[in-house]
């Protein structure tokens, strides 16, 4: 009999621990799980992931040449170049770009972030660099500097943010059109170096062809097209996407069959991620002290240094092709785009939601 109650006390003790105590916890637990899983596999971060994919994929499973008589990757790649840029001008609305012109000031500051601090702030380096074996790493950093902005990283962020979103989308709208003519022109002062006039008239011709020629063509039929854009919009974001990891493949497929990697020390790579890292945070700093002193509103200094500290995964794979890079340097170039490109959406995506919140506090 005492036994039997001794047994019937434990029971109702451990249903009572783990009512009390185990089950709230394991919720908890449930919750923030759930939570992580959430963040981790979103739409932006999947794309990260698929670009890893991507170069797993190159090492196991890479592109020879000889597999270009079942599907041509290279030309599909420059017809999808141009795809991409003629959607682009399809997409942008100039009577909305014109409407926001009045914020002078704040697109001026943003532009000179992207335009001329991202390169001044290399530049300042490349006195001890220029004669040195690390030169090609400091090229591939200036190319990431040479780079627009992103356009829809940076509205969505500056949204989440509470920011200024009709500046955010004429910045982002902008860069772009300007990275046409500002990219080519940075990279020229030393690529033009290494590269005969033939291959100069060649860039140019690129640049017109897969470029210029696409988005003229595209904004003229955006009044015609504009409801099909709008439409469709999810599903030419996907197209735009697959065009960068086909060329994140198709860059790593040839690194791995010349076996690039081998005569790339790993210092490298630790050496681009933290020039990368270092370039995110100066820029972004300055940007909000310049900001904040010409008294921008709290909405126009999130915008200020959202739109002006992120660089263009999308252009950089396009020019990396566009400008004539030497395939042996394509991986080389390609890499501080990705690993900036992956630091800015975690980051930001953080940054964003904690502005957020403490935008919310202020307001009530």
């Not at 062809?209 to 015609?224: A, D, E, H, Y």
Request: aromatic residues 16%.
């Amino acid at each position: 009999m005492l036994l039997l109650k001794l047994i019937t006390l434990i029971y109702t003790c451990r249903r009572f621990f783990l009512r009390q105590f185990f089950v709230p916890y394991l919720c908890i637990i449930k919750f923030y799980t759930m939570k992580l899983i959430k963040t981790l596999f979103s739409k932006q971060n999947i794309f990260l992931f698929l670009l890893i994919g991507m170069v797993f994929m190159a090492k196991l499973i890479p592109f020879h040449e000889s597999y270009n008589q079942y599907f041509n990757l290279s030309g599909f790649i420059d017809w999808g170049i141009a795809g991409i840029f003629l959607l682009y001008g399809l997409k942008l609305n100039l009577k909305e770009v014109v409407k926001d012109v009045s914020n002078w000031k704040l697109h001026l500051l943003i532009q000179s972030g992207t335009f001329l601090l991202f390169p001044l702030l290399v530049l300042i380096f490349y006195p001890f660099i220029k004669d040195s074996e690390y030169y090609n790493i400091w090229l591939s950093v200036f190319f990431l500097a040479s780079l627009p902005s992103t356009v829809s990283s940076s509205v969505v962020m500056v949204s989440i943010a509470k920011g200024n979103v009709t500046s955010a989308i004429f910045n982002a709208s902008i860069s772009g059109l300007i990275g046409i003519i500002m990219t080519p022109l940075l990279m020229s002062f030393f690529l033009v170096s290494s590269a005969s006039s033939g291959n100069q008239t060649e860039i140019i011709e690129q640049l017109l062809i897969k470029v210029l020629l696409p988005i003229i063509l595209g904004v003229l039929l955006n009044p015609l097209l504009k409801k099909w854009v709008t439409k469709y919009s999810n599903i030419i974001a996907e197209f735009d996407r697959l065009i960068i990891l086909l060329i994140v493949y198709e860059s790593f497929s040839s690194a791995f069959i010349e076996n690039i990697f081998a005569s790339v020390p790993s210092l490298v790579f630790v050496i681009l991620a933290f020039s990368v890292v270092f370039l995110f945070f100066s820029v972004y700093y300055i940007l909000k002290f310049f900001a904040e002193r010409l008294d921008f509103k709290t909405k126009d200094v999130i915008t200020t240094t959202f739109c002006g500290s992120k660089k263009s995964l999308v252009h950089g794979s396009l020019f990396l092709l566009v400008l004539g890079i030497p395939d042996e340097q394509k991986v080389l170039f390609l890499l501080p785009v990705m690993v900036y490109h992956s630091f800015q959406l975690f980051y930001v995506s953080w940054l964003a939601n904690r502005i957020a919140k403490r935008m919310e506090l202020v307001e009530t």
